[in-house]
Every structure is written in structure tokens, then in C-alpha cells.
């Protein structure tokens, strides 16, 4: 970067920078919140039973707020959530989806590959819980902006953008004690016709978000393991007599990941 360009930070689109907040921490602590974390994680699921008890506002707030860190394309955080608890406005919201889902499971929208894939699931086209959840949490993605003179302000890597923020958001609300469901409704146009979302917010996910119902129960599912996620490409074993670099055919049983 041109030096120079720091001097002038409140020019126009010139660079202004600050110093990073950063603590190293030692790697057994490290180790100990990322397991922590993980273990955390490991028990989210996708709810689809829910109790119709209240959650505050302000928790809402709080994981769109956490969503809204999510790195986006040229930081143009692309994204507009959009919080219903408006119980007339929930019902309308199920009578559309539940027209889509019908449409979708009974009258062939869907393959019967796909019928297949969901089966072990138990989804059908019948959405109750989006009448009984406490909020409903709409997540547009915002295929441009507006500059403030009406003109189009584009918009970047917007599907990655929200992807982002969305895998965030369903982080918050489950670290905070509540339960979610990526729901996607197909097609979801109508989420923007009732929400009254202007053309450029296209519906992208909907949450419906509240604590399971007591009872709730939840398909039978097993993740994969890091095995089957994740391969590694790294530096070849030092040998016995550690010389550097290491033979290339190291034994390879040295470096299978032990939670694998
Ligand atoms: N949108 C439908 C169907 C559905 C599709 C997939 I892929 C899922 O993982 C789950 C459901 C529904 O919500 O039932």
C-alpha cells in the first residue's frame, strides 16, 4: 500500500486504519476453549418443535448483531434481518409457505430422489411451528444497495456474504439457549411480498426461533467425522536422525490426527 494514502485517511474512500485489538493465548488454553466451543456446537440441532413461550427482543438483537460481524464482500454487509413476531403477520407467513410446500411435496415440485434424501428428516409440507414460535427471523440478501442519491451501489461475493452471517446467527442463537431451523421455504417470494421488502432483498433464509417444545424430538443423525471432512497437506515428519525436511515416505501413521 502507498504510504502516503494512511495520511489522508478521511479522503474519500483513501484507507483509514487503526491498530488491531489482539491477545496471543498460550496453546493449552487455546486448545481448552476450541474443545470447549466444539463441544458446545456439537449439541446444536435443527429444531422443528417449538414451545410458544416468549424470548425477549433484546436477544434478538444481540445475535443480529453477532451475525452482522461476519466478513462480507468490500465490507458492504449485504444483508437485512428482518424480525417478526407479530402473530398476524406469522400466520400469513405459514399459510404462503404452506401453500409452497405443498405444492412442492404432493405435487411433484420435488423429485423423488429428493422426497428420498428428506425422508429420514420426517419433513412434510406442514409448518406449524411458524404460528407457534415466539419469532420469526427473515434473512434477505441484499443483491445491491443505493447510494444516497438513488443510484445502484453494487454489491460483492453477496451468497458467500450471507452465507456467513447466517452460519453465525444460527451460532448465537444456539450459544444463547435457543433453538432454530434453517427454513427455505421454495420459492420464497413471498416472504418479500408480505414483509414488504423492496426488489433488490431477496429472501434467503427464515428462522423460526424459540425453545424446543418440551419433548421435542430430533432425527436420529450422525456427523461426519474429521476423517471424512478434512484432509492435510502438511510438512513431511522430521526423520530419527532430525535432520530437517524428513524423509518423504515419513510413516504416515505419525500424523493421523488422533480425533479423526
Ligand atoms: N423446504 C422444504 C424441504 C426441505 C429441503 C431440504 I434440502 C431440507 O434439508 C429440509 C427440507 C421444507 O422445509 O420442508
New binding site residues.
Given amino acids: 500500500m502507498d504510504p502516503r494514502s494512511r495520511e489522508t485517511p478521511h479522503a474519500p474512500g483513501a484507507p483509514s486504519f487503526i491498530p488491531l485489538t489482539f491477545a496471543r493465548l498460550d496453546e493449552e488454553e487455546m486448545l481448552r476453549r476450541a474443545r470447549a466451543f466444539r463441544l458446545e456446537m456439537e449439541g446444536r440441532r435443527s429444531v422443528r418443535h417449538f414451545a410458544s413461550d416468549p424470548v425477549p427482543r433484546a436477544l434478538l438483537e444481540e445475535a443480529i448483531l453477532t451475525a452482522s460481524t461476519a466478513p462480507s464482500g468490500a465490507h458492504r454487509q449485504p444483508w437485512r434481518f428482518v424480525a417478526v413476531s407479530d402473530p398476524a403477520i406469522k400466520r400469513r407467513i405459514r399459510t404462503a409457505a404452506e401453500e409452497e410446500?405443498h405444492r412442492?411435496?404432493e405435487g411433484g415440485r420435488?423429485s423423488a430422489e429428493?422426497l428420498e434424501?428428506?425422508a429420514p428428516?420426517g419433513?412434510?409440507?406442514e409448518?406449524p411451528y411458524l404460528e407457534t414460535v415466539p419469532w420469526i427471523v427473515v434473512l434477505f440478501e441484499e443483491v445491491h444497495g443505493r447510494n444516497p442519491d438513488g443510484t445502484v451501489r453494487k454489491n460483492y461475493y453477496v451468497k458467500e456474504s450471507v452465507g456467513i452471517a447466517a452460519g453465525l446467527f444460527v451460532t448465537a442463537i444456539h450459544r444463547m439457549g435457543l433453538a432454530t431451523l434453517t427454513?427455505?421455504?421454495?420459492p420464497m417470494r413471498f416472504l418479500g411480498e408480505i414483509l414488504e421488502r423492496p426488489e433488490h432483498e431477496r429472501p434467503f433464509v427464515l428462522f423460526p426461533i424459540g425453545y424446543p417444545a418440551p419433548g421435542a424430538e430430533v432425527p436420529n443423525l450422525r456427523r461426519k467425522s474429521l476423517a471424512e471432512v478434512a484432509l492435510w497437506r502438511e510438512a513431511p515428519a522430521p526423520t530419527s536422525a532430525g535432520a530437517p525436511g524428513g524423509a518423504p515416505d515419513a510413516a504416515p501413521e505419525s500424523r493421523v490426527d488422533p480425533h479423526a
Fill in positions: 410446500e412442492s411435496y420435488m429428493w434424501a428428506l428428516l419433513t412434510g409440507w409448518k427454513h427455505t421455504p421454495s
